[in-house]
């Protein structure tokens, strides 16, 4: 018996580390996010990228 317990818990853990754990709403505001940070980053980038090819003529 205690080993259909342990049995039975291990694979109730087992399936609960399976699940997925976010709502769909919760995906796409992360996406959405993620999708954000990117440009913003790509932006950086781009200024730094032109700021070193194309210094302010002083």
Avoid: G, Y
């Avoid at 769909?24 to 700021?51: G, H, P, S």
Wanted: with cysteine; hydrophobic share 45%.
């Amino acid at each position: 018996m205690v080993k259909e317990l342990s049995t039975s818990r291990k694979r109730d853990q087992f399936k609960a580390a399976l699940l997925w754990k976010f709502t769909k709403k919760e995906v796409e505001d992360a996406l959405a996010r993620i999708e954000r940070l990117k440009l913003l980053i790509n932006c950086a980038l781009t200024n730094d990228l032109m700021c070193v090819h194309f210094p302010q003529q002083r």
